[in-house]
């Protein structure tokens, strides 16, 4: 395992700039609004030949009533639990305050090791003479930082790498599953990470719009490994007036780019809703294998005839994704969760699926055979040949004497033969059409 650093510290000391300045890309929210990372946001990062995984904390504020404020302590503690190293971050324009002496002694009774930095020491020369009260906190010398223009941050990762344990044989994530997990907010997305992981691992809470950012949890059992990504809740563009919001919707978008297989999250006692059928053409578009998951199944009253009636609604509704297979669980009482495991496995092997051109062309021959190609003005479409270009989400290249003459139907109709034979359930299927002479690819 790679090892894992948190860093920490009160809330508005500057942690999430300084995440996004260690991971070298945008992935933690930064607003100066406290509070606005609420979640443990996990990235990769590389220092001195390491790899190693870096958690932003939410800010803690040791004593509060605050629920959200309270959440995101205990977000920080679980983080802290499972660091090897720890890095303190304090801010020398607030100086020392009562609160960082309170962290302080909560990260000192965890007894991991700490490495203390001064943020916004942003001018080069002579230190801020506020910066030598740090000392008072006993963590050894302080590294001065500054996130905004990287000063310092080479200091900082060398402290960090001197108490990383000895190297050993990597395990390696490559073959592991993403699976993002998107919907619209309160639908249970986080409350189906859980009951997975069988720990708290994300905010849950009914306050919409708990979980902002996108959030990675590695998990394995004996069907596979996995990596479970919890995207924020995508709510309408209307609603969007923060930009804390537009960040989450761009987050759950690139969690969806990332992801191997998408499950896709509808509240059962709503039925699909406009929203719905947005965020599901995300993941349609985007190519992705997709469940579409039915969750808080134990709240409808039910007869025998209640699931067929919902899941022919689920198929009107999202008519698009007619390919991905339906699951009615709950999260809260983990009904049919299990089941889920043998869907994402399946639904990953079929995008992965490769087909011979030789096994193509047959079905292609025998579908010509039972369905004519369009005419039109007596000139007739001619398919050569099919060969498949790529895999996730399969791709086909279909080589024909006119493009012009390809009518959507007939494409849907070659499509529907393909699935016909091959199956591909629970993913997307590209059918691209090329005149001959054209290049593959």
Request: hydrophobic share 40%.
């Amino acid at each position: 395992m790679k090892p894992l650093v948190a860093i920490v510290g009160r809330p508005n000391v500057g942690k999430s700039m300084l995440f996004n300045k260690l991971i070298g890309q945008r992935l933690a929210i930064v607003e100066d609004t406290p509070g606005v990372t609420r979640d443990r946001i996990y990235g990769e990062c590389e220092w001195a030949g390491r790899r190693f995984t870096l958690v932003d904390t939410g800010g803690i504020e040791p004593n509060t009533d605050d629920q959200i404020l309270a959440f995101m302590r205990e977000q920080a503690r679980i983080a802290i639990d499972h660091a090897d190293v720890i890095i303190f971050l304090t801010d020398v324009r607030t100086g020392l305050t009562a609160s960082d002496q309170d962290v302080a002694n909560l990260l000192l009774r965890s007894g991991k090791p700490i490495v203390l930095a001064v943020n916004k020491m942003d001018s080069v020369g002579a230190p801020d003479p506020d910066y030598y009260e740090f000392y008072n906190l006993g963590l050894g010398d302080p590294v001065a930082v500054s996130a905004v223009h990287g000063h310092g941050t080479g200091d900082l990762l060398d402290r960090c790498l001197a108490h990383f344990p000895p190297e050993t044989e990597e395990d390696e994530e490559g073959d592991a599953i993403k699976v993002a997990v998107i919907g619209k907010p309160n639908v249970g997305k986080s409350s189906l990470v859980n009951r997975i992981l069988g720990q708290e691992r994300v905010i849950v809470s009914d306050v919409a719009g708990t979980t902002r950012d996108a959030i990675d949890s590695a998990f394995e059992n004996e069907t596979g490994k996995y990596v479970f990504i919890d995207t924020a809740g995508m709510r309408r563009k209307s609603k969007v007036d923060e930009s804390i919001e537009r960040y989450s919707v761009l987050r759950a978008t690139m969690a969806i780019d990332r992801a191997d297989v998408c499950l896709i999250l509808i509240d059962a006692t709503e039925g699909v809703t406009e929203q719905d059928t947005k965020i599901a053409g995300l993941a349609h578009e985007a190519g992705k294998a997709s469940i579409i998951v039915v969750n808080k199944w134990d709240l409808v009253e039910k007869d025998d005839k209640t699931m067929d009636r919902m899941r022919e609604d689920v198929r009107r509704d999202l008519s698009y994704m007619t390919y991905a297979p339906v699951l009615f669980l709950s999260a809260a009482t983990g009904q049919r969760v299990p089941r889920l495991f043998e869907l994402i496995n399946y639904v990953h092997e079929q995008s992965c699926t490769r087909i011979t051109t030789g096994m193509l062309n047959n079905v292609l021959e025998d579908a010509q055979t039972r369905v004519q190609p369009p005419t039109d003005k007596g000139r007739r479409l001619k398919i050569y040949y099919m060969t498949q270009v790529g895999v996730k989400p399969p791709h086909f290249v279909v080589f024909c004497n006119d493009a012009r003459l390809f009518h959507f139907s007939y494409r849907r109709y070659l499509e529907n033969c393909i699935r016909g034979v091959f199956g591909l359930e629970g993913t997307p299927v590209v059918l691209t059409v090329r005149e001959r002479g054209e290049k593959e690819g």
